[in-house]
Structures are given as structure tokens and as C-alpha cells.
């Protein structure tokens, strides 16, 4: 038996440095060659890349495991169970459902409790349910680390989906930072699977009791939103808006290493302690405390209400932060905007903000603007000749102006006109060095108040724009303009 986790304990750190080789290779050819790549062909590098992290992982697992290795169709099946559930459940749950987009970068709190009580406990009873529902039973799940083997396929799986989802919905990525973020995601992600996997294993092998699977899941709940909350805010530690990808593989690589060693160990020490007795003395501390361990099967009733009742809390919570917002009033108008957003200054605009802890320099953005109706309006003209005109008037205000669409709409019940159209920002001058200019997305709404138009404008990077027609509609709801 313990040949077995000789090999998990050997091999993890060879996949982990194959893993993270490949991901240094990818970013200096593309840093040095700087390919020109758009649309299909860059999505379809990208989607490669996406796929290689976790093909080597599984690659280097098997090149080292030569005494017993797992059945490669079911190590395989459960990795691509573990991405279709991102697909179908994971992703449509945080986006659609919860919207974390929205809200979960408000602040700091708001991030770490988000991220455990929504993100981790979605992500770790996913994870839990692709090993349970699939292997748990199996003869071949017959020893307690092959739960950490299969946790960790069900991870890949989930981040190999999530990465892919973020290369299409994007149009693609840069290769070199696009490398860095799917490295990140499979590493941490197998890191967080075999979490769930060891929790499995002692459960089905040492029948732990009634408390040990929903107090494990909640506890790689935790660690799955600290976790995932520093490696969202750690490549943008320094001065300034600079990102450094590297320091997000550094962390990544330390929490997967230091997780699967932790994990192996304390397998090893329950497999050369033998059962019963023995290995209840080997056990944690936490095992001593459990209540009907070595007694009791886990019932699946217990592990659903605790999610049940962390998601719960998850949507009321986020109901609150999505809640708070702030009023400004400016040129006539009033505008209840999110607290969390940044005003700032917009020139020839009565007032401005935009979403600095979400999207950085580059977050989506609400400006309001009051002009004459005689400078916007031709003589004679119709609301559409208006808009017209402001598309004209937008064309010197952004760089690399693109009119989209020109149509007619209703604000508050009242006739109005809304101009789409694309244009590139340029970075503040207090950034650092490299950054690149964004393609944003945005539409400005007209609406006439006596002898003056009244414009609500709203703009996001390109990749965003969609996912945020909910924040759109909102603010436009929440926009008041004189009669």
C-alpha cells in the first residue's frame, strides 16, 4: 500500500515543476516573439494552453506511477465530470446567479467572505460531488490516497473548463499572461481537489461519522476563498496599477506544494500506522474530537444543508453589498450609483465614476452630461438626428472612435435615444510602464428635459460589456433628469 504514496508524495512536486516550466516557456517565446494573433487562431492557442497544465499534470502522474496506477479511463472520467460540472453548474451559479462579478470586489471583507461563502462552498461541493458521485464506490478507490489522486483530477477538470470559458468569452487572451492565469487556476484548483479528496477517503475508509464530511467541506470552503482571494489580489501588490503575473505562479506554486505534501504525509502516517486503534492515535486532533468516528457512515443529507445553509447566507449577503449605493447630483440629475465605485474627473462631464477595485484603471464607468438642447439638436431635427450628432461630438472626445448603433428607446417611461459605440483608453499616467491601452464597450443615453438633453453615458472593457447588462439597466433606473 505505501508504494502508492511514495509515488503521490514523489511525483507531486515533478508535475508541479512541469507544470510551471511550461507555463515560463510559454511567456518568454511569447514576450519574445510577440506573435500577431486575433480572432479564431487566438482563441484556438488559447484553448491549447488552457488544456496542456493539466494534460502534462496528468502526464507526469502516470510517468512516475509504475507499481499500481489508477485505471487512466477513470482518473480521465472523473476529470472530465469535474469540467462539466463547471460548465453546467460552477460557472452559470457565480456569473448568472450569484453575480460575483458584480459585487465581489467591493472591498477586502467583502472579497474573503464572498469568496468562501459563495466561490468556495459552490466550488468545494462540486468538487466533493465529482468524487463522491462518481469513484467513491468503486473497488478501485482502495486506498485512502487514491482520494487525493482523484480530488485532484476533478480540480484539473474544473479549472481546465474555467480557463477555456475565460479565453472564449474574452476573444482570446495575451499569451504570456494567459499562460500565467491557467497555470494558476490548475495548480490551485488540484491543490483544493485533493483537499476534498482526503476528506473522502478518510470518510469511506475510517468512517469518520456524521460531522466529519460536512465539517471538511466547510473547512476546504474556507481555505478555497482565502486561497482564491490571494491569488486574485497578490499580482497587483507593488506601487502603482502595475500586475505582475509571476508573483500569483510563485503563491500558486507554494500552495499546491505545500497542500499535497501536508496531505501525503498525513496519509502516510494513518497507512504505516495500520488501522484502529493505531491509526486513531496517529490521527489529527481534529479526528479525536469527532463524534461517532469509527461507528457511524456519513449521511449526504448533513453535507447538503451545511451548503444549503452557506449558500443562503451567500445570497443575502451579496443581496446587501449589491444594496449599498451612493447618490450623487450633478447638472439637474441625480444618479444612485455602487458605494464601492470611484468617483473621478471626465472632461466636459458633470460627474463621473468607475469601478476601481473591480476592473482596476479599466473598470466599467458612468458619466453624466447636461448640454444645451440648441448644441445637440439641428434645426428642425429629430431625436435621432440628435444622437447622430452626439456620435459626432463623442468621435474628438475618444481615441479610436467606432459608432456601433444609433436606436430609439424608453428611460422612465419617457422617449429616449441610445448611441453605442467602441473606443480605446489610454492608461493614466501614474501606471506603470507596458500597460496597455483597453478596448471599451459603451452606450450613452439622450434623453430632452425642456431646453437641455440630459446623457447618462456607460462604458466597459469589450470582454465585459455583456456580463454587466444587469449593472447597465440598474444605473439607468436609478438616473433621474429634469422634466
Known amino acids: 500500500m505505501t508504494s502508492h504514496v511514495k509515488v503521490a508524495r514523489e511525483s507531486t512536486w515533478v508535475q508541479i515543476a512541469g507544470v510551471v516550466v511550461f507555463a515560463a516557456l510559454v511567456y518568454v517565446l511569447a514576450n519574445l516573439t510577440h506573435p500577431q494573433l486575433t480572432g479564431a487562431p487566438l482563441i484556438a492557442v488559447g484553448i491549447v494552453l488552457a488544456v496542456v497544465p493539466a494534460g502534462l499534470w496528468l502526464w507526469l502522474f502516470y510517468d512516475e506511477d509504475r507499481f499500481e496506477p489508477e485505471p487512466r479511463q477513470l482518473v480521465i472520467g472523473v476529470f472530465v465530470l469535474g469540467a462539466l460540472l463547471a460548465y453546467a453548474v460552477g460557472q452559470p451559479a457565480l456569473r448568472s446567479l450569484f453575480r460575483v462579478q458584480d459585487w465581489l470586489t467591493t472591498n477586502a471583507l467583502t472579497g474573503i467572505l464572498g469568496s468562501i461563502l459563495v466561490v468556495g462552498f459552490i466550488q468545494q461541493f462540486l468538487l466533493y460531488a465529482t ?3 462518481s469513484i467513491f464506490y468503486s473497488s478501485e478507490f482502495d486506498q485512502r490516497v487514491d482520494g487525493i489522486i482523484y480530488g485532484a483530477a476533478a480540480g484539473l477538470g474544473y479549472a481546465t473548463m474555467m480557463n477555456i470559458l475565460y479565453i472564449v468569452q474574452n476573444n482570446g487572451v495575451d499569451l504570456g499572461i494567459g499562460v500565467m492565469r491557467v497555470t494558476v487556476e490548475a495548480l490551485s484548483l488540484a491543490s483544493l481537489g485533493g483537499i476534498s479528496g482526503y476528506f473522502l477517503a478518510r470518510a469511506k475508509f475510517d468512517k469518520m461519522g456524521p460531522v466529519w464530511l460536512p465539517l471538511g467541506l466547510a473547512m476546504a470552503a474556507a481555505l478555497n476563498g482565502l486561497i482564491e482571494f490571494a491569488l486574485d489580489e497578490v499580482p497587483t501588490l507593488g506601487a502603482g496599477f502595475g500586475f505582475n503575473p509571476w508573483y500569483g505562479l510563485v503563491l500558486a506554486v507554494i500552495i499546491a506544494g505545500v497542500v499535497f505534501t501536508l496531505l501525503i504525509e498525513t496519509i502516510h502516517r494513518l497507512e504505516t500506522a495500520g488501522a484502529g486503534a493505531a491509526a486513531a492515535q496517529q490521527g489529527s486532533v481534529l479526528d479525536k474530537v469527532l463524534v461517532g468516528e469509527g461507528k457511524q457512515e456519513e449521511p449526504e443529507w448533513v453535507v447538503w444543508a451545511v451548503v444549503a445553509v452557506a449558500l443562503i447566507v451567500g445570497w443575502l449577503f451579496a443581496s446587501y453589498i449589491q444594496g449599498q449605493t451612493r447618490t450623487a447630483t450633478a447638472g439637474g440629475m441625480t444618479l444612485s450609483y455602487p458605494s464601492s465605485w470611484t468617483t473621478t474627473k471626465d472632461s466636459g462631464a458633470d460627474f463621473a465614476a468607475y469601478d476601481l477595485s473591480r476592473g482596476g484603471i479599466y473598470g466599467a464607468r458612468v458619466s453624466l452630461w447636461s448640454e444645451a438642447k440648441s448644441d445637440v439638436f439641428p434645426a428642425q431635427g429629430t431625436l435621432d438626428d440628435a444622437a447622430a450628432n452626439w456620435g459626432m461630438m463623442l468621435q474628438s472626445h475618444h481615441e479610436g472612435f467606432r459608432l456601433l448603433n444609433i436606436e430609439r428607446t424608453q428611460a422612465q417611461g419617457r422617449e429616449a435615444a441610445q448611441v453605442e459605440y467602441a473606443y480605446l483608453a489610454s492608461p493614466p ?23 437641455r438633453v440630459y446623457v447618462l453615458a456607460f462604458a466597459a472593457q469589450s470582454q465585459d460589456y455583456s456580463s454587466l447588462a444587469g449593472l447597465r439597466d440598474q444605473l439607468l433606473a436609478n438616473w433621474h433628469v429634469p422634466q
Open 131 to 133: 468524487v463522491r458521485y
Open 429 to 451: 499616467q501614474s501606471t506603470s510602464s507596458g500597460t496597455m491601452p483597453a478596448l471599451m464597450h459603451a452606450v450613452d443615453t439622450l434623453v430632452v428635459g425642456g431646453d
